[in-house]
């Protein structure tokens, strides 16, 4: 759990709601942070901002990993629920050493299984367990 009382799972899912909504918005990441927190009440969290912010910071590879890995597939053609859920799992899986491999995945099926649709989540698990290959 966190310092300020969310668990990882919640932080998770806030972090994902941050890279799903700068999607959409062309203000800076900080920004964002700063609005969602006001408008969801939820208080700062460490997690959320340094996975957020890695995002960005490593945003051309993690598309490029995700190029590399939708075979048939462009980049641009991905929903935006499954593309930024892409982009979360891939940061946690090659950024995060803290995060195991598996549970990121995971994470990222669940939250899709959540957000998105069942053909969606199995979509997202066969291109993350590709990706973890290429990282292996």
């Known amino acids: 759990m966190s310092r300020c009382g969310?668990?990882?799972?919640?932080?998770?899912?806030?972090a994902f709601f941050l890279i799903f909504e700068k999607s959409f918005r062309e203000e800076e990441i900080n920004e964002i942070i700063a609005t969602a927190q006001e408008a969801r009440e939820f208080e700062e969290d460490e997690y959320?901002?340094?996975?957020?912010?890695?995002?960005?910071?490593?945003?051309?590879?993690?598309?490029?990993?995700?190029?590399?890995n939708i075979s048939g597939w462009k980049i641009n053609r991905l929903s935006k629920v499954s593309l930024a859920l892409l982009r979360l799992a891939?940061?946690?899986?090659k950024y995060n050493d803290q995060i195991p491999v598996n549970v990121a995945i995971n994470e990222a099926v669940e939250l899709c299984k959540k957000f998105a649709t069942p053909d969606d989540a199995a979509y997202i698990n066969g291109v993350l367990g590709a990706v973890a290959?290429?990282?292996s």
Do not use: C, H, P, W
């Not at 959320?48 to 990993?65: L, M, P, Q, R, Y």
């Open 48 to 68: 959320i901002k340094s996975t957020v912010a890695g995002v960005f910071e490593n945003i051309e590879d993690i598309d490029n990993i995700i190029s590399n």
């Open 6 to 14: 969310m668990t990882r799972k919640e932080a998770r899912e806030q």
């Open 133 to 135: 290959k290429g990282l």
């Open 90 to 93: 891939i940061y946690e899986m």
